[in-house]
């Protein structure tokens, strides 16, 4: 399905990326590379802006999600991430988990993870053992998958609806950028007729940058989010 579905025109989610010291930049690219090989399948790349390190906000995935609810979507952020690094209390808890696993036969998803309120910021653990990868899997999966979660998808990976998620919201995109264009437009031929004082004018307004523009989110229980301020506005309410 996914061949033969129309994926319209190319767009970049820019991803304001927080990564714990420890994690250098040639990691982050790696994984952003492999990242945007699934994406490109979908007419869409990643980008990884503002990239800043950061001290773990706390020991739990939850806490994690925690620091990144206080964030409002600033700037030219279109999506949230923490890369989560290692250190030796994970360690011991990976070594501990291991004998867990081998006993219960479980997979517990602690690679990472994506806020379900607007699917705009997630976490993954971006550093592995070698040992541990052939029972968790590795970063660079983690953050495909978690990037679908970032794309609104559920967990029916690799089915239509999730295509037709990611297709939804690139037509959200392309109606919101119409939208901004028109509006634009419009505010300048009233300034014509007017012959306001061009200071006066919102440039914002009448020349908006394609980069500016919000890439939407919709996420699993169908909300929709087509500007930062709806998305700060459902994460920082509480
Ligand atoms: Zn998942």
Redesign the pocket.
């Known amino acids: 399905m996914r061949d033969s579905m129309e994926w319209g025109k190319n767009r970049t989610i820019k991803v304001c990326t927080f990564y714990e010291p420890g994690i250098s930049s040639e990691e982050i690219q790696e994984l952003f590379v492999h990242w945007n090989d699934e994406l490109k399948l979908y007419s869409l790349a990643v980008v990884a802006i503002n990239q800043q390190e950061i001290e773990r906000p706390g020991l739990t995935g939850a806490s994690i999600l925690e620091f990144l609810y206080t964030l409002p979507m600033s700037e030219n952020c279109d999506r949230y991430l923490y890369l989560k690094g290692r250190n030796w209390k994970d360690i011991v808890f990976e070594i501990t988990s291991l004998g867990v696993f081998a006993l219960a036969g479980i997979k517990l ?1 602690i690679q ?3 806020e379900a309120k607007t699917n705009t910021r997630g976490y993954i653990k971006a550093k592995y053992i070698s040992l541990l990868q052939l029972i968790f899997t590795s970063p660079k999966s983690t953050l495909v ?2 990037g ?2 970032l794309l609104g998808c559920g ?1 029916q990976l690799f089915l239509d609806p999730c295509y037709k998620q990611i297709q939804d919201t690139k037509k959200l995109a392309s109606e919101r950028e119409s939208e901004i264009f028109n509006q634009g437009s419009k505010e300048l031929s009233v300034a014509e007729h007017s012959e306001l004082d061009s200071n006066s004018l919102n440039e914002e307004l009448i020349h908006p940058s394609i980069d500016s523009i919000f890439f939407p989110s919709i996420t699993a229980s169908g909300r929709r989010f087509i500007t930062r301020d709806q998305v700060d506005r459902s994460i920082l309410k509480d």
Request: zero cysteines; hydrophobic letters at 20%; a negative charge.
């Open positions: 998803e990472g993870a994506v998958h978690e679908y979660h967990h």
